[in-house]
């Protein structure tokens, strides 16, 4: 009898695991193109689907990923996205795309996608690439970082959720694609939300996390914290 519970709750358990899952669900069609329909109070799990029999190649294409970002800013680097947002195709399909620009020494600064794991492939120049570990189980151990220098045609992987930086220590320009594991990867940039949240993180919190003078998260949350991608 014991062994018999045991095993419905294991059914039950395992028939429940899907809706506990993180990541993009699978698609449920051969494809469903993204309309805008902010006016509807239907809520679905990524966007409204477009009649079928309306779809164009057009929605599964997007030119001008040929031409450098703008990389004028105070990190030196900018993102260029290709998700659902740009490419109505994505809807469902659980994958997208960005092209990264780097001026010299310019700096995709630590961030997180907490939807996806990026696959990064590099076109030009030298980039210092890095991921930290979430907290290990145990307390006395640090959060471990994995680095590497990558040229021209090596690949890196950042796996889903973790901090990473890419970082070009070279004298010319660098260009990097990407692919991410998700139609809507998402982007915490760590400086930014931490110190240029609106309306500011009160500094109470900030001067014990960061074990600083108030001054110094003073000083953090009046810079222009400004999104790259
Ligand atoms: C790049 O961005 C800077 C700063 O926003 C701006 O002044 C400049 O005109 C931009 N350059 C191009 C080519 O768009």
Same mark, same amino acid.
């Given at each position: ?40 109070? %239907? ?22 990923? =040929? ?22 195709? @994505? ?35 030298? @980039? ?14 640090? =959060?471990? @970082? ?22 070009? %220590?070279?004298?010319? =320009? ?19 939300? %931490? ?6 993180? =009160? ?27």
């Amino acid at each position: 009898m014991k062994i018999i519970f045991g095993f419905l709750a294991t059914i039950l358990i395992v028939s429940l695991a899907p809706f506990s899952y993180a990541s993009d669900p699978s698609p449920l069609q051969d494809f469903c193109v993204a309309v805008s329909d902010s006016a509807s109070a %239907v809520f679905v799990n990524g966007k409204f689907c477009k009649n079928p029999n309306m779809v164009v190649a057009d929605d599964f294409f997007l030119p001008g990923l =040929n031409k450098p970002g703008n990389t004028s800013n105070a990190v030196g680097s900018r993102v260029t996205p290709v998700n659902v947002n740009q490419l109505p195709g @994505l809807n469902t399909l659980g994958i997208s795309a960005v092209r990264i620009d780097y001026a010299p020494y310019g700096l995709n600064p630590p961030h997180t996608h907490p939807r996806a794991t990026e696959i990064l492939v590099v076109l030009e120049g030298t @980039l210092y690439v890095g991921f930290v570990t979430s907290n290990p189980a145990n307390p006395a151990m640090k =959060n471990k @970082l994995f680095t590497k220098y990558l040229n021209p045609g090596d690949v890196f992987v950042f796996p889903e959720g973790l901090i990473h930086f890419q970082f070009n %220590v070279g004298k010319t =320009n660098a260009v990097a694609f990407a692919g991410l594991s998700s139609q809507n990867p998402g982007v915490i940039t760590i400086a930014n939300a %931490v110190f240029g949240s609106d309306p500011p993180i =009160n500094p109470v919190v900030l001067t014990k996390a960061f074990q600083v003078e108030k001054n110094v998260i003073d000083y953090l949350q009046a810079q222009f914290w400004s999104n790259i991608g």
